[in-house]
């Protein structure tokens, strides 16, 4: 009965360790931006991430969803959904990748807005948001 059990379990980490890889592989980068001041200190999935810089990559995932990485020194610390923001009007949209961050008081959500640009090579046009909640200081 043990061994059945320890045989369950086996198959069922390669099963995660397959299905993991596979979203992993399906991410591609659309653009990275090194040494990103964060105002505040960011509350995500029940961690408190300090106020600081922090390297931020933005990615594709397939289906289309996107994500926000958040590393620090080469480190992953966290991944972040977004929201893609569809444009209303495509001559608003910036040449080169742009990064906003706006504080939502009301709600204590960090708003980041990132736009890949009108010239860049792959993923032209895309602009996702991504709502993180902070702590007050």
Known sequence: MVKKNNYVRFLVFIGLVFLVG???????????FKKVAIPVDLLIEGSILPKGEY??????ANPLSYYLRIMKKG???HLVQ???????DFSKAPRKPTLKMSKN??????NIVFES??????YELCRATYSIEYVED
């Open 22 to 32: 596979q979203l992993a592989a399906d991410m591609n980068l659309i653009n990275r």
């Open 55 to 60: 390297d931020l990559e933005f990615l594709r």
């Open 75 to 77: 480190k992953i610390l």
């Open 82 to 88: 977004g929201k893609e923001f569809i444009y209303d």
């Open 105 to 110: 008081r009301a709600e204590k959500l960090l």
């Open 117 to 122: 640009g009108s010239d860049t090579v792959i």
